[in-house]
Nanobody, 114 residues
Framework: QVQLVESGGGLVQPGGSLRLSCAASGNVFSISVMGWYRQAPGKQREQVAVITRGGITRYANSEKGRFTISRDNSKNTVYLQMNSLKPEDTANYYC????????WGQGTQVTVSS
């Protein structure tokens, strides 16, 4: 079992920045890929960015250049730096390890609004 605790969400104005963090505990040796997904009201959950243990990253097209995923393997923590936020980025953001059949955090709300 892996437990995930997210933090860093909140309300930000358009054009602003937020940094999400997700700390893993439990069977951390089983963790390979870490990532972030999001789900807006009335929409399906979608992948935002993922990162392998070795640091290889992949982003959804709309986030390239604005979001940066990183991880600290010594702290079993993954981060999502979000810049130039837009209202359409408003969603509940979920931390994930080892893909959709892996483990999920409880989610942290990000609201982009003036």
């Amino acid at each position: 079992q892996v437990q995930l605790v997210e933090s860093g969400g909140g309300l930000v104005q358009p054009g602003g920045s937020l940094r999400l963090s997700c700390a893993a505990s439990g069977n951390v040796f089983s963790i390979s890929v870490m990532g972030w997904y999001r789900q807006a009201p009335g929409k399906q959950r979608e992948q935002v960015a993922v990162i392998t243990r070795g640091g290889i990253t992949r982003y959804a097209n709309s986030e390239k250049g604005r979001f940066t995923i990183s991880r600290d393997n010594s702290k079993n923590t993954v981060y999502l730096q979000m810049n130039s936020l837009k209202p359409e980025d408003t969603a509940n953001y979920y931390c994930n390890v080892n893909g959709v059949l892996g483990y999920w955090g409880q989610g942290t709300q990000v609201t982009v609004s003036s």
